[in-house]
Each structure stands twice: as C-alpha cells, then as structure tokens.
C-alpha cells in the first residue's frame, strides 16, 4: 500500500524540460572555461560557479518574458530543404522576403547569438565585469541551444510523428545518464572564429541536417523495445519518476555512435570560442582591471524575478525546447 502510494506521488510530479536540460547546458559553460587563455582565465576562473549557475537563466526567463522562447530554436526546415538556400542569412534581408512575424515565429537563434556577441564584446570594450559575466552566461546558453539537432527542427519533440517527449530525451536524459562517466571534455583551448556568422549557420545546419537521424533512430529502436522496457522508473535529481529506461537510453546513444557527446564537446568549444572572441575583438582589455564588479540591484532583480517565474512555471512561449 504505501508503496502504490510513493508510486502515485512520483507519477504526478511533472518534470519540466529545457534546452539542453539544465544539467548539460551548465556543464558546457563550466567546460567552457577551461578553454580560455590565462589572461581570461583571471576573470572567468573564479566566476565559475556565476556562469554555471547563470547558464540557464534564458530558459527560466522563458517563464517570465512572452518573447523569449523564439530565441532558443529556429525551424528550419520551414525553409524549404537543406542547405536551405531560400533563407537569407542576415536578418534584414530574411525579414525582407519572408516578414519579421514568421521569422519570428519559426524562431530566431541564429541571429540572437549575433546580437548577444556584439553585447559581449561591448562590455568587454566598457571593462564592464558584471555585465560580461552575465551575458557570458547567457550568450553559453543560446549557442549551446543551436548545437541542438532538434531545436532546428519544427518536430521540435517528436509530435508529429507519435516521438512526444523526444526533446527532452535526447538534450536531457541522455547527458544526465552518460555524460559524467562516459563523455570526454578534454577539448584544448578556445579558437579565435574568424566569421561568426559563418560559424553559427553551420551549426545550424549540421543541427537542422541531425534532427532526421535523432528521430529515426528512436523511432526504430522503439520497435525493438516493449512499452515496460523503453520506460521505467528511475531516479533523477534524487526522485524516482517514470521515465526512458537506462537500457533504453544506453541503446539509444549507441544508435547514436556519439552524436550527444559531440554535439555537447561542440558546443564547449563553440562557447569558449565565442567569449574569446568578444575578448579579442575588444582589443584584449587587461581583466585583472575591470570596474562595476558587483551586480546592480536591477540585476540582482531580474536573477530573483527569474527564479521565482521559474517555480511558479508556465511557459509564456513554446515548452519543451
Ligand atoms: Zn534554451
């Protein structure tokens, strides 16, 4: 009886999604950091714990602000086939032939992580330390999103082909499960990009070019998985819920020969790639000498407003990406 009970409690506990999970978005930026150079590693080094915390504040900000979820994802494949000629890269001249309300509606990654990097480089160029931890963190997060194969996609979580809950399967439960004992992280060192905007549609691309793979594969696996095998309650974050079993997920990644791993060794490095970039194009200001250390009380605000839109959770835009 009182274990029907505990079962019931875990099944009615609902487990909200995110772009890559929590989990892995803030094991990118913490990974991140070690790929910087020792003039960055002054500031970013002891930061660390900021920027992980801090790495998944778009996602809780999705709760508190109607416009923010268009930034994490784009449906490519809106546009038309790979390599999606149709859609022009810079934003004028796509707004230009398709209008700012369907760009906006099929998402617009690619083009935030551009405004996110001319902010980063700004505040690197003002010495402004809390303003570039902060969006250090942040702009981590978006970039990371665009590594995503299936937030370029508009199956964003497998509803239209009976796959719902994939989404969270591929970004979440894979890393939660595998990365820790399984993925490496040595990367090296950060690469100064020399055309950002080259780099990001290539992501993109790749990630848009991926979805189909992520969705077959699962899909073929679950023909080989009964119901009471592809599911199975186990524990995550110190609950027991009911959620894709180990053996299926094991299974999964190995269908997958590593796509999860690279796709996250990527992602590190595309982050620490982009801060040392902003670094770089600032003119390598000397981070051993920045002003407005502290946080402002509006920053200060807006961490304690995310958090508390966050627990009180509803999504003021599309969930589960
Ligand atoms: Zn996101």
New binding site residues.
């Given amino acids: 009886m009182k274990k029907t009970t505990l079962l019931l409690i875990c099944c009615t506990i609902s487990l909200k999604s ?3 999970g929590f989990y892995a ?1 803030q094991r990118i930026n913490y990974y991140a950091v070690f790929l910087l150079p020792p003039e960055m590693m002054v500031l970013f080094k002891p930061a660390i714990q900021f920027l992980t915390d801090h790495a998944v504040d ?2 809780k900000r ?1 709760y508190a602000v109607a416009g923010e979820a268009p930034k ?1 994802y784009i449906d490519i494949d809106f546009y038309g086939a790979y390599p999606y000629h149709d859609l022009p890269r810079k934003y004028e001249e796509a707004v230009e032939k398709y209008t700012a309300d369907t760009i906006l509606a099929n998402g617009i990654v690619p083009w935030w992580i551009l405004i996110m990097q001319q902010r980063l480089t700004n505040a690197f160029k003002e010495k402004n330390q809390a303003k570039i931890l902060k969006l250090a963190a942040e702009i981590g ?2 970039i990371a ?1 665009s590594h995503v194969p299936l937030h370029a996609s508009s199956n964003h979580d497998g509803q239209a082909t009976n796959q719902k809950g994939i989404h969270g399967f591929w970004e979440s439960r894979v890393p939660e499960l595998l990365a820790e004992k399984e993925f490496d992280f040595m990367i090296g060192k950060a690469a100064y990009i020399d055309n950002i905007p080259n780099w990001v549609w290539s992501r993109v691309l790749e990630s848009g070019a991926a979805a189909d793979t992520v969705l077959k594969d699962e899909a073929l696996l679950t023909q080989q998985f009964s119901e009471d095998r592809k599911f199975g309650f186990e524990e995550r974050n110190g609950k027991v819920v009911r959620q894709y079993s180990s053996q299926f997920t094991i299974a999964y990644n190995n269908m997958l020969k590593g796509m999860v791993e690279r796709r996250m060794r990527l992602s590190i490095a595309s982050v620490a790639g982009f801060w040392y970039t902003a670094w770089v194009n600032a003119g390598q200001p000397d981070l051993k000498n920045l002003n407005n250390k502290t946080f402002s009380e509006e920053d200060l605000k807006e961490f304690e407003g995310l958090n508390a839109a966050w627990k009180n959770s509803f999504s003021k835009g599309r969930a589960h ?1």
């Fill in positions: 995110f772009c890559w978005h778009p996602d999705r994490h997060h978006y999103d990406e």
